[in-house]
């Protein structure tokens, strides 16, 4: 699976999706919650005899909420098993947004 594909998978979640972070400013706020960021974390590619031979890319995908949200998380994850993508969850409260962050860590191979 490429970062297109994935892009686009989560878009069909029907909430709105964008890499890293939203480009806000006063004329444009930020979307409201339920929304997606997701982003390349790094990479453990298979490596041997100085050839890297298989790409094993590191992504992590935001699901922000303002408050906890058991539907939109079900959406996120059962789109992830339809894929056939493993993940690792985590979850925390970001104090000054306001917003609970859950994140989904996942490898594109």
């Known amino acids: 699976m490429t970062q297109a594909e994935l892009y686009q998978a989560l878009k069909s979640l029907g ?3 964008v890499y890293s972070h ?5 004329d444009n706020p930020p ?6 960021a997701y982003l390349f974390i790094d990479n ?14 590191n992504y992590q995908i935001e699901l922000y909420t303002n ?6 998380e079900k959406l996120v994850e059962d789109k992830l098993k339809e ?9 925390a409260w970001i104090d ?7 994140l989904y ?4 191979v």
Not at 96 to 102: D, H, I, T
Request: proline share 11%.
């Open 31 to 36: 979307p409201s919650p339920p929304y997606i």
């Open 105 to 108: 860590q996942i490898q594109l």
């Open 67 to 72: 408050k906890k949200d058991l539907a939109s």
């Open 96 to 102: 000054s947004e306001e917003l609970f962050q859950v």
């Open 83 to 91: 894929l056939e993508l493993p993940f690792t969850k985590l979850e």
């Open 15 to 17: 909430m709105p999706v």
């Open 22 to 26: 939203f480009d806000t400013d006063p």
């Open 44 to 57: 453990d590619d298979f490596i041997a005899d100085n050839v890297n031979y298989k790409s094993i890319d």
